[in-house]
């Protein structure tokens, strides 16, 4: 007899994070999943109009992004690697 329990993912990037106070003013304060915290980047990228016009790979950063990536301007690609030294496991 085999019984289904629904098990909830909780490794890799379903792993709860820890934003840092630069990156907290952009999705929040408090933990995470990584997933989360990617998705209300592009949230706030999309509702700042922050993605260049003639090249939808291009983020140019406003005052808050900046402290993020420390710099004006990276692309999608790039962004993960910056978000990564903002959070801790």
Known sequence: MATTTTKTKTGGIHAPVQPSAELGAVVGNDRLPRSEV????????????????????????????????????????EMNKYIAQHVKA
Do not use: C, H
């Not at 592009?42 to 406003?62: C, G, H, M, T, V």
């Open 38 to 77: 990617i998705s209300k980047v592009w949230e706030y990228i999309k509702s700042n109009n922050l993605q260049n016009p003639e090249n939808k790979r291009e983020i140019l950063a406003d005052e808050k992004l900046k402290k993020v990536f420390g710099r004006d301007k990276v692309t999608m690609f």
